[in-house]
């Protein structure tokens, strides 16, 4: 098992460093640059132009930056942004929270509901509650985030009044109950196409083993439905669904960052378009770094959760 | 002796086909009962009916077990009995355990759905029916998840899950068929102590008649959804009267070649054709005549003995 992390945690490492190459690059390769804004400003001129490309290192060649990035990210040194000067590991850092927040509960909501309503769809099969619930989430998933966000916005903020469209809170009234009227919203909308992929998922692992001996012994035993659904069915389910959880990951990285952008949401979703715009090099680095580890540390974590639930897994070998 | 069980008329149907069509036979207490067949004869089925387990299927008749049907009961009052006082086996033990539960939560389970018993007493007790069922290292062996323990040994987890609350009647449906010989005869073995100490009927479900041999007191031969000849085990095996049972027993050389392959080819078909023209047996049958296309009743013949045939050997 140690073996098994240590060696996981050196692929990770290795896999960063590919991110980080590619991320870096493309970041370069892009047309304009920080800087193409003021060339078009006549009151800058091109020596102006040239001197803060040098303060900011941009005339040197792209393999030297990065040589220089890598060097600075690891000893802690992440630069400063481009744009207002502060260090970028506490912009970026202070970030993390909302983003977690927002990842987290939708998550966990979409966690619980994609697999009730798997198991229903699955004891109910060929019924009209799995052609309604496979409807929906076909609906669901075909459908772009970003336009159920619009609509969420249009419907419960604009027309009913209902809830707020946008923001973490309210300036000045940080209560507990104005958070979380700000949350639902973005939440419901990140976690409708979990959801749905959830609950389908669910439901086909679960139609499978639905129909395995194990389950047929457990029913012969006489226990309760949710004994042998849960205790017998569902826990066989953990298994692809822990898997599913991990490789869905990015999914959910990409979706928050969606959803951050329509509802204002002051994460690292946000900070990432807007440094987007400005070409702030330095912060979107950051960002991306920590995205690509949070991805890779959760697959990690996915692995082990396996092996500790089927015992038949060993992780012994990479 | 009393009645135990008493079914009448079974039948199932899956849509338009008959698995079962009209089995009836009756079980004392404390009796065994071997009910053998070739595949698809359906052997499971019955049981499984017994049992309430089937989903999708139409059931007919009636099986009064200890004065209840167990047709007729609810699902709620069906859980109450199964595991407790009807319990079944399984032909794959290693499918049928929970691959990722221990063997020993496996069985505790049972304890502490049917005596409410709490953690304790349930691992205690299961404990106990280990060290029953001959699994050595019991403490141990608890712990184990099936896929750490031999066939036989599974097996014999499944049987101590079936006993554990001394049930009236135990359903083994082929439960030695994916076993070695030496383990079957083990399994088989055990099985036969229990009932005898236990005082617990069983119905032993096989394909082979070798296995009910020395096992069972009577044997209940199923073809296609009928029972065709019941008798005590001695005098099926010394006198078949069926020219199937005669068949299943290898004694007519003729039925051996082409055996297998026909059954693989009919089944489906074999039923639907069957129920126009009377005996189902009769397209494969040396004896059969003009008279077999009425369908034959099954018949007392005396002392215990009953066949449903016009041409008994
Ligand atoms: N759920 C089901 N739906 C439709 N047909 C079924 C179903 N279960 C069983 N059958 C059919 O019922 C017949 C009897 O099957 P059954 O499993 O009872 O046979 P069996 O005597 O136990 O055979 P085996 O020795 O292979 O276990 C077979 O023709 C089978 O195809
Ligand atoms: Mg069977």
New binding site residues.
Partial sequence: MRRYVAARLGQAAVLLLGVSVIGFALMHLAPGGPLALYTLNPTVTAQDIERVKHLFGLDQPVYVQYVKWVYGFLSGHWGYSFFGGRSVAPIVLERIPATLELMGSSLLLALAMGVAIGIWAAVRRNTLVDYGTATVAMLALSLPTFWFGLLAIYVFAQVLGWLPAGGIETTGNGSLIDRLTHLLLPMLVLALVLTAQWSRYTRSAMIDILTQDYIRTARAKGLGPVRVLVGHGLRAALVPLVTLAGLQLPLLVGGALVTETVFSWPGMGLLFISALDNRDYPVLMAILMVGALFVVLGNLAADIAVALIDPRIRLSHV | MTTLLDVRDLT?R??Q?R??DGISFTLDEGETLGLV????????????ALMGL????RLDGSASFGGRDLLALDEARMRSIRGAELAMIF?DPATALHPLIRVGDQVAEVLRTHLGSNRREATARALDLFRKVGIAAPEVRLRAYPHEMSGGMCQRVMIAAAIACSPRLLLA??PT?ALDVTVQAQILGLLRDLSREFGMAMIL?T?DLGVVAGMTDRVAV?YA?RIVEAAPTGALFAAPAHPYTVGLLGSVPRLDAGWDDDLATI??SV?TAADASGCRFAPRCARASNACRTEPALIPTGEGRAVACWHPA
């Avoid at chain 2, 089937?54 to 299927?57: K, M, N, T």
């Fill in positions: 199932v899956f849509g086909t698995a079962v067949g070739e595949s698809g004869c359906g052997k499971s089925t019955a049981a499984l089937l989903e999708a299927a032909q449906d082929e068929t479900i394909h199923m959804g089944p489906g039923q």
